[in-house]
C-alpha cells in the first residue's frame, strides 16, 4: 500500500505540477489536512474550469503501466481525447473507454464487479492483484445521490459503492469526476483520499470541501481561475491543502481534409 501511494502521489504531482516538485513549496495554504489512504482521488468544479483535462492526463499517466477504464456518456473521451474503446482485456495496459447502453448505474455496477472479482482470483492464489482504474466521467451517472436516483437503480448504487468500499486490497483505484458534489453519492466520495478541486460557486460543493479543508479556503474555491486548483491528499506529499495551477492542455487542431488535385488549399 505504501508503494502504491508513492506511485499515485508521483502520477498526480507529474500532471499538476509538470514534474517540478519543487513548485508545491511555494502554495502551501495554512491549515492542515488529513485522512487515512485509499487511493482514491476526486476532480470536482465548475464546468470548463479542466476537470476533464486533469482526468485525461492523469489517466495517460496511470494507463503507462497499468489498466484505465473511463466510464463516459458524452463520447468525449471517444472522439476528442483519443481514448480506444475497451476491449473487456481484464489484463490490458493502457487507457481505454467504455460508453455503456442502457441503465449506467446497471452497467457500473457490472464493471466494478468484473474487475473485483478478477482481483479475487488473483488475490485468493496468493498473486498482487494487478493495480487497475476505473475513471467514472459526469459520475452522478454512474454512481448519483440517494435522492437523484430511481428506486430500480438504488440496488445498483448501493452494490458500487460497497465494492468501492472494499476495492483497496484488491488493487482498484477510483477516479470521481462530478461538476457537483451534491448529485454523487456521498459514500463513493467519502472513500476519496486525494481530491483536486477546480473552481466551484455550488453552495453544497463548497460545504463539502469545506468539511475537508477548513473555512479558510471557502472564497479561494469561488475564485479560482481556469486551471487553478485546490489540492488535498497525501497524494501530493504535504499534510496541508496546497493551490496550484495546471498548465492548459494543447490546442486541439481539427484537420480537414486534403485539398484536391489542382486546387490550393485556402
Known amino acids: 500500500m505504501v508503494q502504491d501511494n508513492k506511485q499515485a502521489a508521483r502520477v ?74 475497451w476491449q473487456q482485456n481484464l489484463d490490458a495496459i493502457g487507457r481505454s473507454v467504455y460508453e455503456p447502453v442502457g441503465d449506467p448505474t446497471l452497467r457500473a455496477t457490472e464493471l466494478v464487479n ?36 430511481t428506486l430500480n437503480q438504488r440496488d445498483n448504487v448501493n452494490d458500487t459503492t460497497r465494492m468501492i468500499m472494499q476495492a483497496r486490497k484488491y488493487g482498484l483505484r477510483f ?23 477546480c473552481r466551484t460557486i455550488d453552495h ?13 479556503f471557502r472564497d479561494t474555491l469561488s475564485n479560482l481561475r481556469k486551471y487553478e486548483a485546490l489540492c488535498m491528499g497525501p497524494a501530493f506529499n504535504s499534510d496541508q491543502p496546497v493551490s496550484i495551477e495546471l498548465d492548459p492542455p494543447p490546442a486541439v487542431v481539427e484537420v480537414g481534409p486534403a485539398p484536391l488535385a489542382g486546387h490550393e488549399a485556402v
Open 12 to 85: 498526480v504531482f507529474e500532471v499538476w505540477s509538470s514534474g517540478q516538485l519543487e513548485r508545491l513549496d511555494a502554495v502551501v495554504a495554512p491549515h492542515v489536512v488529513h485522512h487515512d489512504p485509499y487511493d482514491l482521488h476526486d476532480a470536482e468544479g465548475l464546468a470548463g474550469m479542466g476537470k476533464t483535462a486533469v482526468a485525461e492526463r492523469i489517466a495517460s499517466e496511470l494507463g503507462r503501466a497499468e489498466l484505465v477504464v473511463a466510464l463516459d456518456l458524452t463520447g468525449e473521451y471517444s472522439r476528442r481525447l483519443g481514448f480506444p474503446a
Open 175 to 197: 477516479i470521481i469526476v462530478s461538476q457537483r458534489t451534491a448529485v454523487v453519492s456521498k459514500s463513493g466520495l467519502s472513500q476519496c483520499d486525494n481530491y483536486i478541486v
Open 114 to 149: 468484473q474487475l473485483m472479482q478478477h482481483a479475487a482470483q488473483e488475490f485468493q492464489a496468493n498473486h498482487q492483484p494487478r493495480p487497475r482504474n476505473v475513471l467514472f466521467e459526469e459520475a452522478h451517472s454512474f454512481i448519483p445521490e440517494w435522492n437523484f436516483v
Open 204 to 216: 453544497t460543493g463548497l460545504e463539502y470541501i469545506e468539511s475537508l479543508s477548513g473555512t479558510a
